[in-house]
């Protein structure tokens, strides 16, 4: 008994005698905006037979200017590193400080840190970096601060302001601002390529995602790449459904990297004019996620069904659950609900739930039913009610919460007199896409 609180004191000194190393700090912005913007970029880059091809829903945008502080007690003084997506001013106790900082120093005792942040294009955030000064999520913020001074010159208080918690990506880079966020890309090699009619035609062995790369583009003409999901779509030159031309002036060779990701199998490349390349690969862009759940058997059939089931998923799982790689590339609520339920077995990665959650739900105020399809918004509610069960977040849930109660208030305004749901201008009553199939009266 002796020597174990002998080896019991010794731990606990050692843990008080350890140097306070700095604590890890993160991007943050208002809660909710990032999503937003990221799914507004992420859904606008489908494409049919090289035309945008836009959403059929309101696309909310992020607030413009936001304020961020926090207070801070510290033993002593500290250097402070800031990083900002945006123009911005930084307040010390309501002080200003002059011009645009990149380092300030905090003396010792409590202190309130304060920055104001306008971005107009992208989503105003900060990096704060000090040995325990740092941006997290306890960070507060708000989009309008109610401050307002009087003939005095004296500054008002913000009593009348909502202030909620930050929200983040746990983006720890500071040298790489939020709206340069990319999911990772690996390059492959196609499996096998033939002479087709009029080129060649690359087999990259299986569906997949990502950017052609053209190695050794020499020439002047015109490049083109036809994808498909089958031999036949991609060697369809008039009838795939997405493409890509580049058109080429290089007396030199040089590599090049199509602007927007796609979905394929198969690539048909042709060129016109003298345009030579030297060899066609991919990069294949993906969501690092963790395998968490796993599935075999006696049945060897049924193993396959499961890996292409995952394997599909895995395609799907992006920077949100989306309903497909290739058409639509949206971010729709009944496909994202069902992606959850098999998130949570196969990978149980909270974040994108989260994110997707957020992004569909947009701002206030509410206009229509989420993707404009009456049974979406409930699926978003059931959403919620899963992720909180299989994570036991409360905060997400508390934080959330007041967009839930909007879009119930505006689904509680469009009951009919026996208290039900039905049909109303605006609506896309999607029951099924079967022709003559009446979609009148109540849905039960």
Known sequence: ????????????????????????????????DFDIYMSNVMQNRRTERGSFFPVFWKMDSHYVLVDFHKEFNLSQAEEVKLFVEGTYNVKVDGQAILGFPKTINIPAGKHKLSLKVYSQGTVPAIFVQGKTVVSDESWLTTFED????????????????????????????????????????????????????TGTLYDFGKETFGFIKLHGLKGKGRASLYYGESPEEALSVDKCETLDHLDIDLAQKKDSIMPLSKAFRYVNYQANGNVSVDSVSMLYEYAPVTERGSFKSSDAELNKIYDVAKYTFHLNTREFFIDGIKRDRWVWSGDAYQSYLMNYYSFFDA??????????RGKDPVTAHINTIMDYSFYWFLGIYDYYKFTGDQKFVQDIYPRMQSLMTYIDGRKNKNGLLEWMPGDWIFIDWADKLSKDGEVS
């Open 1 to 32: 008994m002796k020597n174990f609180n002998k080896i019991l004191l010794l731990s606990l000194f050692s843990c008080f005698a350890l140097p306070a190393f700095a604590q890890k700090a993160s991007w943050i912005w208002y809660p909710g």
């Open 146 to 197: 109610k401050e307002w001074i009087d003939q005095s010159g004296k500054v008002s208080d913000k009593s009348g302001t909502t202030f909620v918690t930050a929200g983040s990506w746990n983006l720890t880079d500071p040298t790489k601002l939020p709206s340069q966020f990319k999911l990772p890309t690996k390059p492959l090699q196609a499996i096998s390529r033939k002479k087709a009619e």
């Open 351 to 360: 974040p994108t739930v989260k994110r997707t959650l957020l992004a569909q």
